[in-house]
């Protein structure tokens, strides 16, 4: 079974609207992370967003929020007012312990997302 | 810019060679972790290391290795190499164990002829 579930492969979306990019997860373990990573042509990563299981408030870093809803196991991110800048690949990951204090990082399918002028 | 940086950025390798990866992390951070990415894909979790020592593995056979140094630097080994081993491998450090942020390199693309 897949732990992260990115279902959408493309999205266009108009420069200065919002957009949502969705993420599904699944885990046992009660304490997790999720992340959001912008991969542009280049092929750096960029982290965006983080939020911790435990972590009441959703996560907000500038344009970048992260809509997390727990008992459906989702954790999509919302870009508001997007720019050209913003079109890249866009991977949602959730770090999940192995137990002992081991973890491992556990990477969606990604969501090409192309912004238009 | 990251202070991540991977070395080379490209190679070429033929099938059954081994081959060596380089990364350097930001100064400070202890935790660093290789990830493989197939074109088109996620990037697959091979492994991570804390303070020198492996802490936590994907599901990669053993000839897929790795080595900490005290001053940030890293290695990821594969040996006999197949031509699925082709892709691209990304390094990320972190402050700790429990950061929320990876801090990625650019890779180094591997290309198994």
């Known amino acids: 079974a897949q732990k992260i579930t990115q279902t959408q492969p493309g999205m266009f979306v108009q420069e200065k609207e919002a957009v949502t990019l969705d993420c599904t997860y699944d885990?046992?373990?009660?304490?997790?992370?999720l992340f959001w990573y912008k991969q542009p042509s280049s092929g750096e990563m960029i982290f965006l967003i983080y939020?911790?299981?435990?972590?009441?408030q959703n996560a907000t870093e500038g344009r970048y929020s992260l809509n997390f809803q727990k008992a459906r196991k989702s954790a999509n991110l919302v870009i508001s007012a997007s720019q050209l800048g913003d079109s890249a690949m866009y991977f949602c990951?959730?770090?999940?312990?192995?137990?002992?204090?081991?973890?491992?990082?556990?990477f969606g399918t990604g969501t090409r997302l192309k912004v238009l002028a | 810019e990251t202070g991540v940086t991977q070395s080379p950025t490209h190679l070429i390798k033929t099938r059954g060679q081994q081959v060596t990866l380089r990364c350097s992390s930001q100064?400070?951070?202890?935790?660093v972790s290789w990830y493989q990415q197939a074109l088109g894909q996620g990037p697959q979790f091979i492994f991570q290391?804390?303070?020198?020592?492996?802490?936590g593995r994907g599901n990669f056979p053993p000839r897929f290795s790795g080595l900490q140094f005290p001053n940030y630097s890293s290695e990821l080994n594969v040996n006999a190499l197949e031509l699925d081993d082709s892709a691209l491998y990304l390094c990320?450090?972190?402050?700790?164990?429990?950061?929320?942020?990876?801090?990625f390199g650019e890779g180094s693309r591997l290309t198994v002829l």
């Open positions: 990320a450090s972190s402050l700790d164990l429990v950061s929320g942020e990876l801090f």
């Open positions: 885990t046992s373990d009660p304490s997790y992370g």
């Open positions: 939020q911790g299981s435990y972590d009441q």
């Open positions: 990951a959730m770090r999940e312990g192995l137990g002992s204090g081991t973890y491992k990082y556990i």
């Open positions: 100064s400070g951070h202890n935790t």
């Open positions: 290391y804390y303070r020198e020592e492996e802490n």
